[in-house]
């Protein structure tokens, strides 16, 4: 699953560079990973997994619907961001539970501190260069978008072991205005940038430099993702051949939004964020073997 989470941070990365007014849109996006595993005599699919993300941008307030399709069972999660209260939650609507937290801007909004660069955790980096060739604009998904041929290197030492991965994609962007949660603003990609990522193994110092073509990239980054491919080489294990198809599939610029839409339905109950966790994993391992037994 390393290129999904790279792969994942990607498009992160895509989504968060860009700053423009904010207006009532709803948009759907859906991202299909497939895992294949070569051999001499044929190439199968390994897996597959479809993501599915539905937004609901409101001024201060951003809805975001993650329904995620492993094949097996579906999986369905709610955050709720309160860019006015700053909060976020998190919502089972299966369960009716939901947790709550502060929130506070992250990514390059938030350097290592002092203490934490003078803090005794182990470190890790990952240079990301990145080479651009830009394609003739395309027609896509009801876009007039612009092409660009994208190859990032990543290159990782220190704690997260010394590899190298690559990922090449192609992405079709587009000019659009009103579009991005309310958590997010234009950031250009710094040379360097170091801050600190608590793991389920520790904390971590985590230093991330970026070459190449990031001027083409922060451009890149500015506009709406219509469509992006991905291939990923890991570079650890050439049989395994791992892409990703991104779609934009909805585009509503001109919603209005109810505010209920924003708040937790009446009846849920709030629980921790390790309750939360636990009784939906719980709840996920249910749906497995339930599932699992329907197609004996």
Not at 54 to 68: A, H, L, P, Q, W
Not at 266 to 288: D, P, Q
């Amino acid at each position: 699953m390393k290129f999904k989470g790279t792969f994942v941070a990607t498009l992160f990365l895509i989504g968060m560079l860009f700053s423009v007014a904010h207006a009532d849109v709803k948009y759907t996006i859906v991202t299909k990973f497939s895992f294949t595993k070569s051999s001499t005599e044929s190439s199968t699919e390994a897996d597959q997994t479809i993501d599915t993300k539905i937004y609901f941008v409101k001024s201060n307030k951003t809805r975001r619907e993650d329904i995620t399709d492993y094949a097996i069972a579906p999986s369905k999660e709610v955050f709720i961001l309160r860019c006015d209260l700053k909060k976020q939650f998190r919502i089972d609507d299966a369960l009716k539970i939901y947790t709550v937290s502060d929130w506070a801007p992250s990514g390059f909004n938030s350097p290592a501190s002092e203490s934490e660069l003078r803090e005794d955790i182990p470190e890790m980096k990952t240079v990301i260069h990145y080479s651009i060739q830009k394609l003739a604009p395309e027609k896509m998904n009801g876009f007039d978008t612009e092409c660009y041929q994208v190859t990032e290197t990543d290159k990782y030492s220190g704690d997260s072991g010394n590899r190298e991965s690559t990922n090449k994609m192609k992405i079709w962007v587009a000019n659009v205005q009103g579009w991005q949660p309310c958590d997010q603003e234009k950031i250009a990609l710094p040379a360097s940038f170091t801050h600190v990522v608590t793991f389920p193994e520790g904390r971590r110092r985590f230093i991330e430099e970026y070459t190449g073509d990031v001027d083409i990239m922060n451009k890149i980054s500015n506009e709406l993702s219509v469509r992006t491919e991905s291939i990923i080489d890991s570079g650890e294990n050439a049989s395994n051949d791992s892409t990703a198809d991104q779609n934009l599939i909805l585009y509503s610029p001109n919603e209005k939004f109810d505010n209920s839409l924003f708040e937790i339905p009446a009846g849920y109950r709030e629980v921790t964020s390790e309750e939360y966790k636990k009784l939906r994993s719980e709840a996920e391992v249910k749906a497995i073997r339930e599932s699992k037994k329907l197609k004996q």
